[in-house]
T-cell receptor
Framework: DTGVSQDPRHKITKRGQNVTFRCDPI?????LYWYRQTLGQGPEFLTY????????KSRLLSDRFSAERPKGSFSTLEIQRTEQGDSAMYLC??????????FGPGTRLTVL | TQLLEQSPQFLSIQEGENLTVYCNSS?????LQWYRQEPGEGPVLLVT?????EVKKLKRLTFQFGDARKDSSLHITAAQPGDTGLYLC????????????FGAGTRLFVKA
C-alpha cells in the first residue's frame, strides 16, 4: 500500500469556476477526513466520513463546498463558484476507526 | 473551543544544537500526535502519545505527554539540517475521537 493519494496536486482556477479534488485513502481505512490549511497555520478540520456516511461537517464548510464518498472508498471534494479566499492546501487523511490519521500530499488550490 | 498553542512559532538554530518545542492546551486530549510537514506536502506522522506522562524516543527526537494529557513537548538532540520543517502537534477530540485539532506549528530551520 502506498498511503493516501490526492489528485490533482496543484490546481489554478479563476474566481467563479468550480473545482473538484479526489482523495484515495489507505485501502483498509474506514474513516476519511478533509482538512484545509492556509499559510502559517495548521490544518483545519472540514468534514469526515465513516465508510460512505458523512458524519460531521465544520462550520468552515460553506454551502459552496460538498464532499462525497459514494462507495466508502475514494472521496471527492467539490468547491462551487470559487472565491479568492478558497485558496489553500486541501488535505485528505484516513484512519482505521479513531486511530491515528495518515495524510495525503494535499492539493494546493490557487484562485485567481 | 479546544485550542493547541505551540511555541516557539519559529526557531532558527545551528547544526548540533538542542531544542525543545512545546504544545499546550487547557483541554484534555485522549491522544496527541506530532507531525512534520515539508513545504508543499502533507503532514507526516512522527509519533502518537496516549498515556499521561508517557515518553517516546525516535532516534534523536524525544516526545513527552504531560501527566494531565493537556500538553506535550518535542526535544531534538544535536539538530541536523534534515530536521528542518514545520512541526505540528495535534490532539484527538470529538465523540469517538474523529476530530483532530492542530496547533499552528513550529517552523524549524537548522543551519549547516
Amino acid at each position: 500500500d502506498t498511503g493516501v493519494s490526492q489528485d490533482p496536486r496543484h490546481k489554478i482556477t479563476k474566481r467563479g469556476q468550480n473545482v473538484t479534488f479526489r482523495c484515495d485513502p489507505i485501502s483498509e481505512h474506514n474513516r476519511l477526513y478533509w482538512y484545509r490549511q492556509t499559510l502559517g497555520q495548521g490544518p483545519e478540520f472540514l468534514t469526515y466520513f465513516q465508510n460512505e456516511a458523512q458524519l460531521e461537517k465544520s462550520r468552515l464548510l460553506s454551502d459552496r463546498f460538498s464532499a462525497e464518498r459514494p462507495k466508502g472508498s475514494f472521496s471527492t471534494l467539490e468547491i462551487q463558484r470559487t472565491e479568492q479566499g478558497d485558496s489553500a492546501m486541501y488535505l485528505c487523511a484516513s484512519s482505521q476507526e479513531a486511530r491515528t490519521q495518515y495524510f495525503g500530499p494535499g492539493t494546493r488550490l490557487t484562485v485567481l | 473551543t479546544q485550542l493547541l498553542e505551540q511555541s516557539p512559532q519559529f526557531l532558527s538554530i545551528q547544526e548540533g544544537e538542542n531544542l525543545t518545542v512545546y504544545c499546550n492546551s487547557s483541554s484534555v486530549f485522549s491522544s496527541l500526535q506530532w507531525y512534520r510537514q515539508e513545504p508543499g506536502e502533507g503532514p507526516v506522522l512522527l509519533v502518537t502519545v496516549v498515556t499521561g506522562g508517557e515518553v517516546k524516543k525516535l532516534k534523536r527526537l524525544t516526545f513527552q505527554f504531560g501527566d494531565a494529557r493537556k500538553d506535550s513537548s518535542l526535544h531534538i538532540t544535536a539538530a541536523q539540517p534534515g530536521d528542518t520543517g514545520l512541526y505540528l502537534c495535534a490532539g484527538a477530540s470529538g465523540t469517538g475521537g474523529f476530530k483532530t485539532i492542530f496547533g499552528a506549528g513550529t517552523r524549524l530551520f537548522v543551519k549547516a
